[in-house]
């Protein structure tokens, strides 16, 4: 009988897995991620480790969970600074134009606020790397095309450049980061 309760947890464990992975709101992927320490711990039980199973439902249920959580809730705000200023974004009474239409429908997708700027200067490299913009929306003059500059490791610009990928128009350029020593 105890074969096929820890046979159906480790498949329990393998559905849970394949759920994190594949689940796309972050606080159900964290109690996914719990969830599976909790089941890891009950296999280390039946399997008489319980010294092990303490420190899964210490680190893996909780501690863990606890850190992707303050991560998630510090990361709310999406940092666009528009140096195109040519109607891509229309400023008014309310935001409007092909550009914020985009970028409103990518931070309700992705559940961020939407934070525009207009009035920074600077090379977008260091603007990227020091001020932690996410989006730098720019116009290349020849082609008339929009530039969308960001950070290459980020997840959302990757999500961002699937999203306007049937865009002729818009143009995303990945710049890679300096290396800190923080």
Known sequence: ???????????????????VVV?????????????FGLVAASLYIMNKAPDVAIAEVAIGSAIIP???VISISRQREFIVLDRA???????????????Y??????????DLSLNICVDIQGKEKSLINELNVDLIIARDL??????????????LLSKLTTMVKDKPNIRVVKIKEDKRND
């Open 142 to 155: 020849q082609t008339g095309a929009y530039i969308l500059y960001g950070k290459s490791s980020s997840v």
């Open 101 to 110: 239409e985009i970028l409103a429908e990518f931070v309700k997708l992705y």
């Open 23 to 35: 689940h796309k709101r972050n606080f159900t992927i964290i109690i996914l991620i719990a969830t």
């Open 1 to 19: 009988m105890t074969e096929i309760v820890s046979y159906a947890l480790q498949i329990i464990l393998i559905v849970i897995a394949f759920a």
């Open 66 to 68: 606890l850190i992707y």
């Open 85 to 99: 200023q040519d109607g891509f974004i229309e400023y008014g009474h309310e935001l409007s134009g092909e550009g």
